[in-house]
Each structure stands twice: as structure tokens, then as C-alpha cells.
């Protein structure tokens, strides 16, 4: 037991390390959760559309990706695609991965938020002979937005989450942080303790923020002009 103490003096000379990683960690979330929510709504909307043939190879697409490991899919991104000529750094990989990952499952959020605007609401819009763009950004997206805020807040979370997976390929987060600390000081309670904590932390602040979002919220929707 007397290998098992906490280092104090170790801990804060770690911690600046394992904060900067977090700001790794934290930009691949954000970016990756920024293209998700467009992805999201890509194929959301793709999956609406009149052309059958759209219709049904969205669906093919959003299947495969979301019955196939995000690891793999990071993998194949940074070893595979080079040989076609495309390369990208860890990062912009890994926010590729992980947005296009849970963009698929976002798609689905979307998917059903939109069905679940009243069939009126539809009428009225093309009674008023609106365009798709205009039914969409003045209709339907503003009434369909709050009922979506608590599964996408989720799946932000669980992005997060999934983040230590892209130290398989060098990007330097949290997690492979921790890793490089403990195998250099042959010390891994505390820089792993840390990033457990900081990933607690985390997910607590953007669970209440989206709860707080979806509270204030204004339950007629709001208008995105």
C-alpha cells in the first residue's frame, strides 16, 4: 500500500499540462460539434427529400456509419485516405470523424423533430406560397429546435466523451497526455485522476448549460431572420 499515495507537489506540476491538453480536447469537441449539427441536418433534410433515390442512399449512408466503430472510422481517415491523396492532420481528423460520426446519429434528433412539426403548419406555409428555404427557416426549424435540445445536448456530451479515442492517432488530448506523463514519471494515479476529474467537470458544466438552454428556450420558437 505505501506505493499508493497522492503526490501533491507531482500533481500541480502536471496539472498546467493536462489543462493545456484539455484545450485540445475541448476544440476537437467543439469544431466536431459544430460540423455534426450541420451534418445532422444535411442528412436530415436529405432523408425529407422528394428524389426516392436521395432518400434511400441517405439511409444507406447513415446506417453504415452509425453501425460501424467511430475507432475504425478515425483509422481509416488518417491511414487510409492518404493513399487517395487525402491527408489531414490529427486534428482536423479527428473533428471529421467524430462530426460526421455523431452527425449520423444527430440526423435522426433532427429527423424526428422535423416530423413532429404540425402537418398545419405546413399547409399554412405553402398557403402563403412560401419557399422550402423560407418554410424551413421561418416555420419549421424555430418550433422544431427546443424538443431537440436534450438529445443533442447528449450526444455533444457523449462526443466529448469519446474524445481519448483520437490519441490513436497522435492528437494530443487529455488523455494521451496522461499517458506520456505517467510513462515519463512512472506516476499514473495522478495524471489519470486528473483527466477523470476534468471530464467529470466538464460533462456536469454542459449537462446543466443545456438544461439551461432548453429551460430559457421560448416554447413558441423564435424566428431566424
Known sequence: MNGFHWDWAFTWEVLPMILS???????????????????GLVFALLRR?????LRISTYWVVEF????????????????????????????????ALGLH??????????SGIDGIEKGQWEA?????LTIFDTYKDIVLPQAIRPMIPAT?????????????LSAITLLEMLQMAKIIGSENFRYLEP????GILYLVFSLLAAYGIHQVERRFPKEGFSLK
Open 102 to 111: 455523431y452527425g449520423a446519429y444527430l440526423s435522426e434528433v433532427f429527423r
Open 125 to 129: 406555409a405553402r398557403a402563403l406560397n
Open 49 to 53: 427529400n422528394n428524389s426516392r433515390i
Open 153 to 165: 445536448g447528449n450526444y455533444i456530451i457523449a462526443m466529448f466523451k469519446e474524445t481519448p479515442q
Open 192 to 195: 489519470f485522476t486528473l483527466v
Open 21 to 39: 491538453a484539455a484545450k485540445v480536447t475541448l476544440l476537437a469537441t467543439l469544431l466536431g460539434s459544430i460540423f455534426a449539427i450541420v451534418m
Open 65 to 96: 456509419i452509425r453501425s460501424t466503430p467511430l475507432l475504425v472510422q478515425i483509422f481509416f481517415l488518417y491511414y487510409v485516405m492518404p493513399e487517395f491523396g487525402i491527408s489531414m492532420s490529427p486534428l482536423a481528423t479527428g473533428v471529421f
